[in-house]
């Protein structure tokens, strides 16, 4: 297996443009999960999805983002419009629902907004 | 809340020096304990984790934590640190009765070893 994966790598952009950060994860696993992590704050839990279904996002910062997951094999994270303070690396992971559940991590959407 | 406390913010050592990293949960109930290891630029990697049994856990590249329940703890030790260790650690608690899957991570503790 690929592993998660999230796309792009790297995005940069300008502020009050629409950024959307993108995520497959590992095929099976039934539970996905969007972080955020900053210097400042460390990783953030944003959201997560359980069979395709937002379980908690509690954790998303505000209207500006927000989340989907149409389908068990992609999400996207959608910051609308972006503004300077959401640059950060974002990671997105995935676990299977069942046994000893770790949560697998994809290499992250380093953003930077200007 | 629940919570994971991770005491050592930044922790520098040279090399072969023994290393351990401190972790404490807020949760009286049973867990599941993970230490993930993120190296400069790239994304977090497991470690090592506890569900049940035995309290010493090894893990990958001479790792181990040990479980204390009556205190809260989860520390992560290594006899003999590398430069290539030189990475930021995160301990991560699930609660076992919720079934969600979800973690709650410490801080992160940064660690740099001097070759």
């Known amino acids: 297996d690929a592993g998660v994966i999230q796309s792009p790598r790297h995005e940069v952009t300008e502020m009050g443009q629409e950024v959307t950060l993108r995520c497959k994860p590992i095929s099976g696993h039934d539970y996905l999960f969007w972080y955020r992590q900053t210097m400042m704050r460390g990783l953030e839990l944003l959201i997560y999805?359980?069979?395709?279904?937002?379980?908690?996002d509690s954790g998303m910062p505000e209207d500006r983002f927000s989340a989907k997951m149409p389908n068990a094999s992609f999400s996207t994270l959608k910051i609308q419009p972006s503004e300077p303070r959401d640059s950060a690396v974002y990671f997105c992971?995935?676990?299977?629902?069942?046994?000893?559940?770790?949560?697998?991590f994809g290499p992250g959407t380093r953003l930077t907004v200007l | 809340a629940q919570s994971v406390s991770q005491h050592n913010h930044h922790v520098i050592l040279s090399e072969a020096a023994s290393l351990e990293l401190g972790c404490n949960y807020s949760?009286?109930?049973?867990?599941?304990l993970f230490w993930y290891v993120q190296y400069p630029g790239q994304h977090l990697q497991l470690l090592l984790k506890y569900f049940s049994g035995d309290p010493l856990v090894k893990g990958i590249k001479g790792f181990e934590a040990e479980f204390i329940k009556s205190k809260f703890s989860f520390n992560l030790r290594k006899p003999s640190v590398q430069w290539s260790d030189t990475a930021e650690y995160f301990c991560a608690v699930r609660l076992s009765s919720s079934n969600t899957g979800k973690l709650i991570f410490g801080q992160g503790t940064t660690l740099q070893v001097k070759p």
């Open positions: 999805f359980n069979n395709n279904v937002p379980i908690d």
């Open positions: 992971a995935s676990s299977p629902n069942r046994g000893r559940n770790e949560q697998f």
């Open positions: 949760y009286g109930g049973t867990v599941n």
